[in-house]
């Protein structure tokens, strides 16, 4: 799946569709997130609370 990105004030922004949310089981209300960078490759986890 490609996305672009979406220019938000000084920052760039990746929107993620509702049905990702929902495979990675996280609340975007609720739980935040771990981000990692492996070999150029963007991971995004659901943090442990």
């Not at 049905?19 to 943090?47: G, M, Q, R, T, Y």
């Amino acid at each position: 799946m490609k996305k672009k990105l979406i220019k938000s004030g000084n920052a760039w922004v990746l929107l993620m569709q509702k049905a990702i949310l929902e495979l990675l089981d996280i609340n975007p209300e609720d739980d935040e997130v771990e981000l990692e960078i492996e070999n150029k490759i963007l991971k995004v986890k659901k943090a442990e609370k």
